[in-house]
Structure formats: C-alpha cells, structure tokens
C-alpha cells in the first residue's frame, strides 16, 4: 500500500525539487497532493516524468488521510499550518527553521543521527537542518565517531537559491544589467550580489552573528552534541545553486589526514574527490544537481594539536533541503512508522 503525500510550499525552489526528488526515488506513494498560498492554486508544478499536479490552497486543505507531508512554506506558514496537519495524523518533514530547536521535535540528518527519528510521535513533527548545517554534519559525523571534535571553524559560500527564486532572479538580472551598463538594483540582497560577496545572511542577532550563523552553530550541537564548539561566517556568493564550506576542525584525540580520508570514503551519502592538483577538487558547479556531500582538501591544520581543514560542497536545494526530507521518510516508513502501524 502506497503513502498519501503533500508537498507544501510546492511552487518554490525547494518545493518543486521535492517532488522532483519523490519521482526520481520512487517514494511509494498513491497520491501526491501540491500546496501553496492562495495566488498560486490553479497553477501546475511537474511531478515525475509527463505528470503534472494542480496546486492546491493550503489555507483550506484538510489533511485528514494524509501520511506525510514535506513542507517548505516559511517559518511563518509553518507555524500555522503544520500543527494543524501533525493533529490531523500526519507525519510533518518540516523544511524551515521554526520547529528545528523545540526539544520535542527531532532534528534530524539519515547518515547522522537516524536514531532521533524514534521520538517523532511527541508532536508529529521533524525538522529538516539549515541546508548549510546538513552538508557540514555529514561531512563532521563519520570524523567525530572517530576522534571526538572539540571545537569547529566554518566559512560558508552559500549559493543566492537559498533565498528563493528572487534572489536567483536578481543575480541573473544584475549581472545582465552590468554587461549591458545599466544600473544595478537591489530588491532581495543589502547589497549589490553579482561580481560580489556578502557576509550577511538573515538578520542580525545581538551579539554581531547572524541568524544563519547562530543556527549553524545551535542545530550542530543539537545534531552532533552540545559540548561542540562552533563559531561560522556565512556569506552570500554570487553562485546560482551550491553551497561550499570552508571547515577546520579540532579534534579531542589525534587524527591524520589518511585515517579521516578513508573514513569519508566510507560514510554514507558523502563522496570524497581529493587529488593535490589542477582539477582535482570539487566547486557547486559540479555538485549542482547531485546528491552526495562532495569533500576536497582533506589537510593537517598545523596551528592545533589535532586539527584537520576541508573543503565541503553540496547542491542545497538537494541534500540540503529536498532530498534530506525525502530520506526522512524514507527511513521513517521503514522504521518508526512501520513499527507503529505494526
């Protein structure tokens, strides 16, 4: 028996590359439902191969006989409607940031701590990671298991998709305007975006981080472990699709560069290209429509007595959204919510 799914927020970025990802898994589901806001009902988004949904309204929908829903609306949206669909009896995958630090909901990445799943009947809600949270645990886990991580340093180049269609709208249309020497508008950026970099992403909290890096640092510990320390800088890059991070690590115990690289090379969902030449490393434009974690310049930080620096690079409309929340169901109609229908 097939799962009846929704997919709200279906008209986004995210939206769309989760049913996108759905398709191409053959996730086992009878019915597919597309939600968004009002001004989008009537309009069609693709599911797999020749298929095409109507949208539907969110604000009217009843999610009674509903299995799943993978949502990615906007915290505020989120906040509204999810609880009405996990009180419904649907299993909420959350891909915003509103429910991600509530102790009762999960937070959860499959390779990292699956187990977390096991306690997502509290609220019947999961939340999916900051995509630039997900590819750098990935890359952490398989490192911590081995000689526990002290301490980590993190400088993101976070691709402008991340803040929706606009934001990619307004790359394309500054870059065009500069070719063509008219003047450059900003609508979604603070600042000019194309041919530059920006060290802001969100809002600016109290003590002079931004949002984006505080919930790089609050969701690693809730994911990896509290006693993880993290300091990050996240900056917006002039990229369409792809997140890279620049990530050293210092460790409790001692760890060289051949141990951590064969690890890598075992862990799921990660894959390791590091060769010390031209070439050989990975950018967002290779990683841009993959699923795995890709990881380069595996390399000795001299400056602490254990310490290691990488490259970590991922598609984040993929594994650091859509695809992450697949995986979550996936393990969930495997596991927990087979257990409980059992």
Known sequence: MGYRVAVVGATGNVGREMLKTLAERDFPADDVVALASERSVGGEVSYGEGQVLKVRDLATFDFKGTDLVLSSPGAKVSAAHMPRAAKAGAVVIDNTSYFR?????????????????????????????????????????????????????????????????????????????????????????????????????????????????????????????????????????????????????????????????????KAPGVTVIDRRLDEGYVTPVEAAGEDSVYISRIRRDPTVKHGLSLWVVADNLRKGAALNAVQIAEALIKGPMKEKAA
């Open 101 to 265: 630090m509530d102790p009762d909901v999960p937070l959860v990445v499959p390779e990292v701590n699956p187990e977390a799943l096991a306690n997502y009947g509290k609220r019947n809600i999961i939340a999916n990671p900051n995509c630039s949270t997900i590819q750098m645990v990935v890359a952490l886990k398989p490192l911590h298991d081995l000689a526990r991580i002290k301490r980590v340093v993190v400088a993101t180049y976070q691709s402008v998709s991340g803040a929706g269609r606009e934001a990619m709208d307004e790359l394309f249309n500054q870059t065009r305007a500069i070719y063509v020497n008219d003047p450059v508008t900003k609508e979604r950026f603070t600042k000019q975006i194309a041919f530059n970099v920006i060290p802001h992403i969100d809002a600016f909290m109290a003590d002079g981080s931004t949002k984006e890096e505080w919930k790089m640092v609050v969701e690693t510990k809730k994911i990896l472990g509290r006693d993880i320390q993290v300091a990050a800088t996240c900056v917006r890059v002039p990229v369409f699709i792809g997140h890279a991070e620049a990530v050293t690590v210092e460790f409790e115990h001692a760890i060289d560069e051949k141990t951590a690289r064969d690890a890598l090379k």
